[in-house]
């Protein structure tokens, strides 16, 4: 039984041998978890855990002792571990992070390059996906952390987030569109108009399909897209309207189009998310850490 291993066994315990509640916390599956012990007292030829009744009750004698031993060998691992990266002069490793190619644009861009430059020997893979999918690739271990929108809907209990950047979704519309003049929007205003929107991969859209059916309006979807500067350049002398952050104004030439916002707009608050685990590689602290000092120290309150 390796170190990870032990470390399913000791969660069991604290879960008062409850295996859904163990592996949830885990992130594995309960039949996986079940099979790894039962796996492991097989070729050992020990019991590990009372059952009765196919429910694990407790600890056998031999299991209690093991337990113990489990815990001393698990601290003493993570305190080695801990003095290695202490010791390594420069960072390096692998870290996998999901950032939505808008966000990338928006927000990241200058922390990504200020990072390489700091850790060239470090290894960033940037997943560009839309943050409905990365919350998914989050919850598979396919990404290590991922910058998402609030509501992320993960569990908190298994998640730590950190607000990076607090706005809000506007429209942008050709300056010659009749709702261009006003001075904020009603969502009712949008009953019946051509609406260009990201695709489904894109948090943004099933937030405004929400508020749709929430403020019961009827729009026209005439075309999805992943591309945010498409959107933008798609209402340009035309009768479309699109629907993104704000700060998609600072970072775009909006000749002939205008932002109006909404009197009950959609929040856009950017977070940083990543799992709670008892052990993180020096990449993986440095990295959280290094979004902390970027979006929160160094700038203040995000926003």
Known sequence: MDVRQLKYLIEIVNCNFNLSAASEKLSISQPALSMLIIKFEKEEGVELLNRKKGLI???????????????????HHDQMMEELRRQSSSLNGRI??????YIVTVLCTEFLRALISKHPSAEYIVDETGA???KRK?????????FLLRPSELNPALFHEVLVNSDQLS???????????????????LEG?????????????????SKFKSKDVNVHIAMMS?????????????????????????????DDIVEVKFEDPIPWDAI??????????????????????YYINKQGRPG
């Open 272 to 293: 940083y998310v990543y799992p709670k685990k008892n052990y993180y590689s020096r990449i993986e602290e440095q990295t959280h850490q290094e979004v902390i000092d």
């Open 138 to 146: 989050l919850l598979l271990d396919e990404v290590d952390s991922a």
């Open 57 to 75: 009750v407790g600890l056998t004698s031999v299991g209690e002792t093991f337990y113990n031993n489990a815990l001393k060998v698990v601290k």
């Open 171 to 189: 429209a942008f519309m050709s300056a010659s569109h009749r709702l261009a003049n006003k001075k904020t929007l009603k969502w009712k205003d």
């Open 132 to 134: 409905f999918d990365l």
């Open 226 to 254: 992943k591309s945010w500067d498409f959107l933008i350049e798609s209402v340009k002398n035309t009768q479309y309207i699109t629907v993104l952050p704000s700060p998609t104004k600072n970072y775009y030439n909006l």
């Open 96 to 101: 996998r992070i999901g950032i939505p190619p």
């Open 193 to 209: 108009e051509a609406m260009i929107m990201f695709d489904k991969t894109y948090m943004i859209h099933h937030k405004l399909i």
